[in-house]
C-alpha cells in the first residue's frame, strides 16, 4: 500500500465540531492528526461542505480545512 500523507498522523481520540457559515456546528470524534489534516468520524458525511472549521475540544482556535476523502462515517481533511 503507497503512503500518501505528507505527514505521519498520531492516533488520538478527540471530540470536536465542525463548523461552518456561522452555524452552530456538527459533532465529530478526531481519530488521527498530524501537521497536515486529519481523519474524522462522523455521523454522516451529508451536508458536511468541502471547506469548513475544525474546532479541537480544548483548543482556542479552529482549523481551516478542507476534505480530501469521504467514507461511511470517516472524512479526511486537510488543513489550510
Not at 456561522?22 to 451536508?47: F, H, K, Y
Not at 458536511?48 to 480530501?68: A, R, S, Y
Request: glycine content about 10%.
Amino acid at each position: 500500500m503507497t503512503e500518501h500523507r505528507t505527514a505521519p498522523r498520531h492516533r488520538m481520540l478527540k471530540g470536536a465540531t465542525i463548523t461552518f457559515n456561522g452555524a452552530a456546528g456538527i459533532s465529530c470524534t478526531v481519530r488521527n492528526m498530524s501537521d497536515a489534516g486529519a481523519a474524522l468520524d462522523v455521523i454522516s458525511p451529508v451536508g458536511i461542505p468541502p471547506t469548513f472549521t475544525l474546532v479541537i475540544d480544548g483548543d482556542d482556535e479552529g482549523k481551516p480545512c478542507h476534505i480530501v476523502w469521504r467514507k461511511e462515517k470517516r472524512i479526511g481533511v486537510a488543513f489550510d
